[in-house]
């Protein structure tokens, strides 16, 4: 989960709800993509962060028994494994694009652990065989999963208020386009912008829903599940405008 310190304690969003943003800022792209394909790239982005184990009652705490960021929890084989297998029901497109999206995530992780680089190997191996199998050539399935991985970073600048103060700008990443694109708030009330804009409408809102813990310590597992299932929720919007 993705936890933000905030006045009121502790705002949690979930990965699962990330993700469902990421696909809300996708849907917002001009379509490149047969509808079948298309529909299955709005997939593997509202899905890239499901499967987590446990996932009513082990969240996580840090030492000082605070909830735990998801970039302070190790990468977990299980729920990468969950998650393909989860994917293959889906067909093979949207699992290919899941595998090329946990390639990207933890190839460098590769030589840390050799059950890792088993799992690495094979994504790598089942990727030939369905870009094969599909006939698409590995630029037309990168594209696409460019897109979903730009979505994915701009949700998590989102999610985690990484929005620069004073109208700075923060590279997104390397889109779809080709081209390197950055997000811009130039006024502290105003809507957010992209550079160069790539969306189809020249203004929407997109939105996720957060958790919002009053407690700041906890100490367990089970006791933080309970006060996030009995929390108030919020829903957190962003207008986004062609400025």
């Not at 001009?30 to 009652?57: K, Y």
């Not at 030939?128 to 949700?155: G, T, V």
């Not at 310590?217 to 996030?228: K, P, T, V, W």
Request: charged content about 20%; glycine content about 6%.
């Amino acid at each position: 989960m993705i936890v933000n310190h905030v006045p009121a304690g502790w705002q949690i969003i979930y990965q699962q709800a990330h993700a469902l943003l990421a696909a809300q800022v996708l849907h917002q792209w001009p379509a490149f993509l047969p509808n079948d394909q298309w529909v299955g790239l709005l997939a593997a982005a509202a899905q890239h962060d499901d499967e987590q184990a446990d996932w009513d009652g082990h969240y996580g705490l840090t030492l000082a028994g605070a909830p735990a960021n998801f970039t302070m929890k190790s990468f977990s084989l299980e729920q990468a494994t969950k998650l393909m297998k989860a994917a293959r029901f889906q067909g093979r497109w949207r699992s290919l694009l899941t595998s090329l999206h946990l390639s990207t995530l933890y190839e460098g992780l590769r030589g840390q652990q050799a059950e890792l680089d088993t799992f690495l190997d094979e994504q790598a191996t089942q990727q030939k065989h369905w870009l094969r199998d599909l006939r698409l050539k590995k630029s037309e399935a990168q594209r696409a999963y460019a897109l979903l991985h730009w979505c994915d970073r701009l949700s998590l600048i989102l999610c985690r208020q990484e929005i620069p103060e004073m109208g700075r700008n923060l590279e997104i990443y390397t889109g779809p386009d080709g081209q390197r694109h950055e997000v811009q708030r130039p006024q502290a009330e105003g809507p957010i912008t992209v550079h160069p804009w790539p969306f189809q409408e020249t203004q929407f809102t997109v939105s996720v829903e957060a958790t919002v813990l009053h407690q700041l310590h906890f100490q367990d597992d089970a006791e933080l599940a309970g006060a996030l299932r009995e929390a108030p929720i919020e829903t957190l919007r962003w207008e986004l405008a062609k400025i």
